[in-house]
């Protein structure tokens, strides 16, 4: 059996042909041909480029893989609202939707990542922020370590209106402002001399 060359032709079929058939009917091109036709394609070629748009810089740095994900996906992700989305992005402090089609937007699935990992870096700076700022009220533990009483004597000072008195707290019961304690502090010079 001989070699045969199988030419899809679009809307008709295929064609067969035998490997010498095939052969015999490429047109050969010499390659002096090419020389001499070479130099009269180059202002062509040069011509088009010209005229080609520029591509802008920030077109290669552009990430290849843009995914648009659509208003319900977001509010799944970030966990908020439609309405709460658009204040949001009116206030300037969601990122803006892409304008698809005139009946369709979508935002880029990067942009809403960024502004969920912003908001946990929000919530970690406040968290050490929190951390490094003391208490604004002392429990009764705290009290005793910075003024070197025990309970027994503080309430003996509070008696004798010598010591600030406690605030009553909601949550934790009681405790004293913690500026109030310095100031109290910083205040007395003379040793703690109790009443009989």
Known sequence: MTDRVLIPLPGIGTLSLTRAEYENALIPIA???????????????????????PVPPDAMKRPRHLRYIRLREVCQRVGLRQSTIYRLIGLGKFPK??????????????????????????????SQSLESTPALYMRMGEVMKRTGFDSSTIYELIREGNFPKWADLPKIASGWLRSDVEAWLESRTDPLVLKP
């Open 97 to 126: 939707q892409v304008k698809l089609s005139e009946h369709a937007s979508a935002w880029v699935e990067t942009e809403v990542e960024k502004f969920m990992a912003a908001r946990i870096a929000e919530r970690d700076e406040q």
């Open 31 to 53: 390659k002096s041909d090419f020389a001499r036709t070479a130099p009269k394609l180059q202002p062509i070629a040069d011509r088009h480029r010209d005229l080609a748009p």
